[in-house]
T-cell receptor, first 110, second 110 residues
Framework: GNSVTQMEGPVTLSEEAFLTINCTYT??????LFWYVQYPGEGLQLLLK?????DKGSNKGFEATYRKETTSFHLEKGSVQVSDSAVYFC?????????FGKGTMLLVSP | NAGVTQTPKFQVLKTGQSMTLQCAQD?????MSWYRQDPGMGLRLIHY???????DQGEVPNGYNVSRSTTEDFPLRLLSAAPSQTSVYFC?????????FGQGTRLTVV
């Protein structure tokens, strides 16, 4: 079956630091890949997505590239802000549903 | 558009009670899903539907029932609540692999 593995948190950074959250997946074929973000007390929101190999998804300064050869979809941001503090979920679409990683909490301090 | 609406937002149940979590979407999406979110476990799929009249089990279906009589509604029923069902429940509707989530229902079973 499908599975997603992402780095455990929390990830603690100072404002303006560089962010990487690792995500790898196991799936048949070439699924669409996603990053969702969950702010405290809220539901999940789509952050970015990529639908085929070598695609780069980007939004709000975040980027992730679909790497077929390493089955990875790592999330990066060049300069994080306090407002980026949230839980980030990597996910893939397959069998009509999403499969999620366990989530990575990001804490950004001023 | 309201998007995906879940009710109630909070609920406390006694062990053995039954209840229905409501989920409605106004985007005419065929795909709908229920997830539960537990600390350190990410989101796990309970049940999903690919259209009216069609439902299937996800990763953790025991203790839950669903039905899909209309495109708009996808209620989740707890038949006899147990403390292990204490969780935050999210409903999602999907179009072309992109999922839209409700705000969640925080359920406590005592």
């Amino acid at each position: 079956g499908n599975s997603v593995t992402q780095m455990e948190g929390p990830v603690t950074l100072s404002e303006e630091a560089f962010l990487t959250i690792n995500c790898t997946y196991t799936a048949t074929g070439y699924p669409s890949l996603f990053w969702y973000v969950q702010y405290p007390g809220e539901g999940l929101q789509l952050l970015l997505k990529a639908t085929k190999a070598d695609d780069k998804g980007s939004n709000k300064g975040f980027e992730a590239t679909y790497r077929k050869e390493t089955t990875s979809f790592h999330l990066e941001k060049g300069s994080v802000q306090v407002s980026d503090s949230a839980v980030y979920f990597c996910a893939l679409w397959g069998y009509s549903t999403l499969t999620f990683g366990k989530g990575t909490m990001l804490l950004v301090s001023p | 558009n309201a998007g995906v609406t879940q009710t109630p937002k909070f609920q406390v149940l006694k062990t053995g009670q039954s209840m229905t979590l409501q989920c409605a979407q106004d985007m005419n999406h065929e795909y709908m899903s229920w997830y539960r979110q537990d600390p350190g476990m990410g989101l796990r799929l309970i049940h999903y539907s690919v259209g009216a009249g069609i439902t299937d089990q996800g990763e953790v279906p025991n203790g839950y029932n669903v039905s899909r009589s209309t495109t708009e509604d996808f209620p989740l029923r707890l038949l006899s609540a147990a403390p292990s069902q204490t969780s935050v429940y999210f409903c999602a509707s999907s179009y072309n692999t992109e999922a839209f989530f409700g705000q969640g229902t925080r359920l406590t079973v005592v």
